[in-house]
């Protein structure tokens, strides 16, 4: 194994805190990497890995060595494609996570041709909206909705994502149709939401001259996803507030009307997080720039 061969396994090593892990990843047996590893550290003369029976950390050379191998693995993958023609160079494996909305609505369907356009690259699309260790478990993006939590990661902001109030017609024909924010209180409920992260059930928002406003709806039903969020609403069992791509479908076809629209929500940020921005490879900007342009009709002017 040659010594580009040695720096992509330690990378893996040191990413994954698991032999085990980087072996699968690189589709190598486990002694293949343990011998990398060993002959890389008898080459620079110091040990780059502490070695546990339950774990695998970096030294303080370790550490060093690891911020520019990345750099290095990054830059040979760009030295290797710059002859080659554009359609060419998006190679390789693209590790993203979105939210499984996201997935199901905007970007499978739209994926055929984004494949198409680079044949080389492999997109392996994870659907989670649990907050995931990006470098441990082997992402290199995340698309995420609301203000980001995590300052270790670089933040690209796609916009802010378009919220709406809608109902369904056959709640509509039941309880009216309200016009104003007070209208709420004249026998209107909305479908409950509760977040895995507080449990505790969301108050309808809405902005009021430009001022963020809230309030507590009645609610017969309470979920904890958004599939069931807008099950319940077409159901008519209440009124919901959600982003407008995941509802454009159902607007269209009638099967849900917008309400109040002069009293949506606060719009949503959008944004792209990736670890560093030294690491950013070709093929995670090539894709950053399609995601961007396949959510921007849903996004606040």
Known sequence: MDKIEQ?????QVAERESFIKAAQ???LPRASVSAAIQQLEATLGTRLLHRTTRNVCLTADGAQLLERARQVLIDIEALDQL?????NQVTGR????????????????ALPDFLASHPGLQLALGSTDRAIDLIHEGVDCVIRFGTPHNSSLVVKPLGRAVLINCASPGYLAKFGIPKHPDDLVNGHMSVGYTSGVSGHESAWEY???????????????VVNNAEN???CCCAGLGLIQVPLFDVQHLIDSGE?????????PAPMDVSVLYPDRRQRSLRLSVFIEWFGELISPYLEP
């Open 83 to 87: 002859f080659q023609p554009i359609e």
């Open 25 to 27: 990843a690189l589709k």
């Open 256 to 264: 849900l009307v917008e309400v109040m629209p002069k009293y949506r």
């Open 94 to 109: 693209l590790n993203v996570d979105v939210p499984s909305r996201i997935a199901r609505r905007l970007m499978v369907p």
């Open 207 to 221: 902005l009021l001259d430009g001022v963020e406003q809230a309030r507590q709806l009645p609610s017969n039903i």
């Open 229 to 231: 969020y807008i099950a």
């Open 7 to 11: 720096y992509r396994v330690f990378v």
